[in-house]
């Protein structure tokens, strides 16, 4: 395709940072950037219509660790390790509201819940509450984030769940509009997003980072992040990050919803939520790992039929619901659940491996690259 002198003079010449995928990482990266270096020229390059990743498709949970998820964590990693992740989510989440706001985001604050329906699952957490709420509340400033729910069981109208948690400091957001109002806000600062453009392989040269896409446009910058997570071994196949499909599906309005809230079920492996009188549900990853890790959208009749069942069975048990849509996105995952945040190569630098946590991560993730960028200009 050939550009006009127009287009190739105002959209790709210059080019001081170029920014590999518009999530939530690529987004905040370039939102630090220009906060704080306004004549930088910065161009993000997404091969979606709109972001095709997670960022826009993830269950938006503000959540930093169900207790299963904090035990689970102890046995591979140190209490320093633990507790430094859930600080850096809750840190993360604070961020996210500061930069976008609580209205813009739709966030509330309307807890978050573990549900057992395991007796044993239930009390090797219950014996640890004392310990969890002591290092949570050193970080969130709560004497208990998290107390017994047993009694709200039968208000939210479940079958087969014998106990639940309560994490009082646990909310919800609306993605879309989350991901909506940090594209308005890094477009206002004047970053150009240029959605369709595929960037098939990427060279350094003594002239800067030589960026070639499906388009044939091809773009010299001089520094360039690479922020596409479960995609990310396209351009680092050395590093460890692994794609992980997650599947969900939302059913239709429901008349008198019971439940409210954020919902964890069986170690994390489950997720449900209401937006507004509907519930949305996702997991069952565990199901099938191996076909799970693949970097193409899609959906599974055992994972989706999972789902459903547990509908049936466990969370909407005597209430009529019938499915509205289902969809899939990619997490980039690996053998730890810190991200790579790093300088790859003398001007080429990546913030990858969110994780299921890019919601509370993602702002501070973007801030530190776009500080390591920073300090190489
Ligand atoms: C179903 C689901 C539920 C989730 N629920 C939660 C939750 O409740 N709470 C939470 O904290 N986290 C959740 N997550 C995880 C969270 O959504 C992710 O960690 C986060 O969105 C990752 O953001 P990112 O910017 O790193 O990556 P992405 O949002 O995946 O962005 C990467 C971008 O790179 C683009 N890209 C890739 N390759 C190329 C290329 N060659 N050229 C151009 N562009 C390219 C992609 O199109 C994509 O838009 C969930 C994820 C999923 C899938």
New binding site residues.
């Given amino acids: 395709m050939n550009l006009s002198y127009w287009e190739q003079n105002t959209f790709f010449n210059n080019i001081d940072v170029a920014i590999?995928?518009?999530?939530?990482?690529?987004l905040n990266a370039a939102l630090n950037l220009k906060k704080k270096n306004k004549n930088l020229k910065i161009i993000i390059?997404?091969?979606?219509i709109l972001?095709?990743?997670?960022?826009?498709?993830?269950?938006?949970?503000?959540?930093f660790g169900s207790p299963s998820e904090l035990l689970d964590d102890l046995k591979a990693n140190s209490e320093e390790e633990v507790f430094s992740l859930v600080e850096k989510r809750w840190n993360g989440l604070i961020r996210l509201r500061k930069n976008l706001g609580d209205k813009a985001i739709d966030f509330h604050n309307w807890g978050g819940y573990e549900v057992f329906d395991s007796k044993k699952s239930f009390s090797e957490c219950n014996s640890m509450l004392d310990y969890l709420n002591k290092q949570t509340g050193k970080i969130i400033g709560k004497r208990a984030v998290y107390k017994n729910a047993d009694d709200s069981i039968k208000k939210f109208g479940f079958k087969n769940v014998k106990h639940m948690i309560n994490n009082t400091a646990e909310a919800q957001i609306d993605t879309g509009k989350m991901i909506s109002a940090l594209i308005a806000k890094v477009r206002n600062l004047g970053v150009e997003i240029i959605n369709g453009?595929?960037?098939?392989e990427i060279n350094e040269t003594h002239k800067g980072v030589i960026i070639h896409s499906s388009s044939g446009i091809n773009i010299t910058c001089n520094r360039l992040i690479i922020?596409?997570?479960?995609?990310a071994k396209?351009f680092l196949p050395n590093y460890s990050v692994a794609p992980a499909r997650?599947?969900?599906l939302i059913t239709h309005p429901i008349k008198e919803l019971k439940l409210k809230g954020t919902f964890h079920y069986n170690s994390g492996y489950y997720?449900f939520r209401n937006i507004g009188n509907r519930v949305l549900f996702?997991g069952g990853r565990n199901l099938d790992f191996v076909t799970e890790e693949t970097t193409a959208f899609g959906l599974t009749q055992l994972v989706q039929n999972k789902l459903e069942e547990l509908l049936k069975t466990m969370i909407l048990p005597n209430t009529k619901h019938t499915i509205d849509m289902r969809w899939?996105?990619?997490?980039?995952v690996g053998p730890s659940k810190k991200s790579i945040v790093q300088c790859v190569s003398k001007n080429v630098f990546c913030?990858?491996r969110?994780?299921?946590?890019?919601?509370?991560i993602?702002s501070l993730v973007g801030e530190e690259v776009a500080q390591l960028v920073e300090e190489s200009l």
Avoid at 45 to 48: A, D, I, Q, T
Avoid at 197 to 200: M, N, P
Avoid at 328 to 332: D, F, L, R, T, V
Avoid at 354 to 360: D, E, I, K
């Fill in positions: 590999i995928g518009s999530g939530i990482v690529g390059l997404e091969r979606g972001p095709m990743g997670a960022s826009s498709k993830n269950a938006g949970f503000a959540c453009y595929e960037v098939t922020a596409t997570n479960g995609f396209q997650a599947q969900v997720y996702g899939s996105g990619i997490m980039g913030a990858v969110m994780g299921g946590m890019g919601v509370a993602g």
